[in-house]
């Protein structure tokens, strides 16, 4: 990671941070090393980060790094349930025919009242990316792997899987969205 991508990635998790609140369970898919379940550690009653590039490894003894894809490195025979489940840059990562089915899996393993929390850069910011590569700026983590997802499809996704909209706004100039959907219940 450059110092851009790293500048990017904290101001992701500043965005996010505050929406997850203390004594919260928390799934962050697409990890990269932990850094979002480090930052909110004294916020969370446990966490479970996935990410196909991570080691297994626990990062506090209530914060555990698993290698994989979601929902496969999950236990699923004891169907953790999850308060929040968040995806920062991963959307964009995911082929557009699994997409509904990510957002099925998000359902399926939240909490009833529990939150999905995504950050999805707008389709144009991957020309962007490919100049700061160029020019040696930002790494772009994974940015081969964009397929210049329309975010606009975002909240039917959601809406189809069963969730709710809480919160649709823009930040980092307008180039990126933060969305929060809720799985409807108490």
Known sequence: ????????????????????????????????????????????????????????????????????????????EQQESFDIIAALAVIEHIPEQELPVFFQNCFLFLRPGGLLICTIPHPGVDHILHVLKALGWARGMSAEEHHGYEVK????????????????????LGLNNLFLFQRPGS
């Open 1 to 76: 990671m450059t110092s851009l991508d790293k500048m990017l990635q904290q101001w992701r998790i500043r965005k996010v941070a505050p929406f997850i609140q203390p004594g919260s369970r928390l799934l962050d898919i697409g990890c990269h090393h932990g850094e979002l379940l480090l930052h909110v550690k004294t916020q969370v009653t446990s966490g479970i980060g996935i990410d196909p590039l991570c080691e297994n490894r626990w990062l506090t003894p209530v914060i555990q790094l698993k290698q994989g894809w979601f929902p496969q490195a999950l236990d699923t």
């Open 153 to 172: 499809h975002t909240i039917p996704l959601a809406q189809t899987a069963g969730m709710q909209l809480v919160q649709h706004s823009r930040f980092q």
